[in-house]
């Protein structure tokens, strides 16, 4: 069974510090694919990043970057100077093939909270 | 705009009452799904629909009733409610449901049992 864990619930930072949110994933498949979600207050999931099993390539996208290790099943987001529009909860996911349909499996969230 | 309208934004019902969600994309695609985000757990799949039929109904309770009348239109009809079924109700499209592709969703829908 796929599961996907983010042991911080909240993080509080003061803007213009670096935050990582941790991901760590568990999964029998070989291929599969990670994502990361942003949900701000007005309530949609806004898609950030994806990821295949097969790449592990970091990726950097302006302020923001991800770190994908498969050796340790982890798939870590970081926010490098936050600043206030960060504030939101942040979903990791797992995607996989299940009786050839797509079925996600999220993670708790963590809420970020950016103080001015 | 993320192409996905989710009507009514917040609902607040009695137990016995019967009431509808709506959910419309405007984005051409095939597959839609409802989730279930309550507070402190991972958002629940409930139901899965690709091009307009049902590939998966995830152990959700008979109160719910999902109709996908076309591959732009998805509904989750609700009927005898419970209090702990208070949350939010997220729809979501993706272009043929595979594997790799993201999600795109709506606001959601908040719901409230009294």
């Known amino acids: 069974a796929q599961k996907v864990t983010q042991a911080q619930t909240e993080i509080s930072v003061v803007e213009k510090e670096d935050v990582t949110l941790d991901c760590v994933y568990e999964?029998?498949?070989?291929?599969?694919?990670l994502f990361w979600y942003k949900q701000p207050p007005s309530g949609e999931l806004v898609f950030l990043i994806r990821?295949?099993?097969?790449?592990?390539q970091n990726e950097i996208s302006g302020r923001y970057s991800w770190n994908f290790q498969k050796s340790t099943s982890s798939f870590n987001f970081t926010i490098t100077a936050s600043q206030v529009v960060d504030s939101a909860v942040y979903f990791c996911?797992?995607?996989?093939?299940?009786?050839?349909?797509?079925?996600?499996?999220f993670g708790i969230g963590t809420k970020l909270q950016v103080i001015p | 705009e993320t192409g996905v309208t989710q009507t009514p934004r917040h609902l607040v019902m009695g137990m016995t009452n019967k009431k509808s969600l709506k959910c419309e994309q405007h984005?051409?695609?095939?597959?839609m799904y409802w989730y279930k985000q309550s507070a402190k757990k991972p958002l629940e799949l409930m139901f899965v629909?690709?091009?307009?039929?049902?590939?998966e109904n995830n152990s959700v309770p008979s109160r719910f009733s999902p109709e996908c009348p076309n591959s732009s239109h998805l509904f989750l009809h609700l009927h005898t409610l419970q209090p702990e079924d208070s949350a939010l109700y997220l729809c979501?499209?993706?272009?043929?449901?595979?594997?790799?592709?993201?999600?795109?969703f709506g606001s959601g829908t908040q719901l409230s049992v009294l």
């Open positions: 629909y690709s091009l307009e039929e049902r590939v």
């Open positions: 984005l051409g695609h095939n597959a």
């Open positions: 996911a797992l995607s996989e093939n299940s009786g050839g349909y797509q079925k996600v499996t």
């Open positions: 979501a499209s993706s272009r043929t449901g595979a594997t790799n592709e993201k999600l795109f």
């Open positions: 990821r295949n099993s097969f790449d592990e």
């Open positions: 999964t029998r498949d070989t291929t599969y694919y």
